[in-house]
Structure formats: C-alpha cells, structure tokens
C-alpha cells in the first residue's frame, strides 16, 4: 500500500504528514508482520528524509498491529523505536489507549496511531469511540444517536487526534 506524503505549511514550519494504512492482520501471521516491517522501515525512510530536509515528519494511520497485545510482533519497531516520533497517546494509561474493535472476539486493541516529530508540542490527545456498536461493553460513554447493537457502527475502528502547538 502506498504511504501518502502530504506537506502542510504552518506557521513558517514544514508538517509533512505520512499516512498510512498498513498490511492487515491475517491466516499467514509471519507474512502479514514481514510485510509490515518492510513498510514501516520505508516509511522510516521516508521520515528521516523529511526530518533531514527540515521538515516535521508524523506518521499517522492505521499501522494493523498492537505489540503490546501480541508482543511477537515486532514489525512497527522501526516507527515506535524511532528517536524521530513521540507517541502523544503513551500519557495514556496502557488500558485506555486502544483504538479498535474486534466484534467476533469482543476484544478491543490498538492499531490506529499518531506518532509525532519529537519536537512538536501537543496540547491534547483524543480517541473518539461515540461511532462503536454498543456490543462494545469495553467502552460506557456516550455513543453517537444511530448507533445500536448490530451493523449500525460508524467503524471498528475509533479515530484518533492530537491537538499540536506549532
């Protein structure tokens, strides 16, 4: 899948946005992780570049894996082990930074992610699950008028934002 390169300009400084959406989990395990390893070592690459030209490289998207519930996988290392990024959501407790629902398992996970130049200051970070079913017993809040019990939501997966200070 291609990495979509998008340069805002904001305030004198380059943003440049790389987005996103990694090999999916599968039957073929180690397929879909050596997949996604080589992707995001390329969009590494690509951030590095950015970061050497001046630019604020952020990763963002849906990255398709959650090391810390399947700690095997290892192929987002070079994104989340990157000195470049600050991961905005790691001020969350381990227990609220899940980001997807898997229905069938009523299990909840990970896999959309923000990762920042380490030199951006954020102000406020935000996963907005008001779109889930409400077969998701993981979250209690408030869920959008429309949505019910059964193919009434918005996504599985919840949206993520983060407030920067540029």
């Known amino acids: 899948r291609d990495c979509l390169e998008v340069d805002l300009r ?16 599968d039957s073929k395990p180690e397929g879909s992780r050596a997949r996604r390893r080589v992707q995001a070592e390329k969009v590494a690459e690509l951030a590095r570049v950015a970061s050497k030209a001046g630019k604020l490289p952020i990763v ?22 990157n000195p470049l990024f600050q991961d905005p959501f790691d001020a969350l407790p381990l227990q609220d930074r899940w980001t997807h629902f898997y229905e069938s398992k009523s299990s909840v996970s990970r896999l959309d992610y923000i ?15 008001k779109g889930l079913s409400t077969k998701c017993k993981q ?15 918005a996504s599985d997966h919840c949206p993520t934002a983060i407030v920067l200070e540029v």
């Open 115 to 129: 990762l920042a130049h380490k030199s951006l200051a954020i102000s406020k970070t935000q996963i907005v699950r």
């Open 60 to 81: 963002l998207g849906d990255l398709n894996t959650d090391p810390v519930r399947t700690p095997a996988d290892k192929s987002l290392e070079p994104l989340l082990k």
């Open 139 to 153: 979250y209690a809040g408030p869920r959008f008028p429309d949505i019910g019990a059964a193919h009434t939501e």
């Open 10 to 25: 904001v305030h004198g400084k380059t943003l440049t946005l790389l987005v996103n959406h990694l090999k999916a989990q």
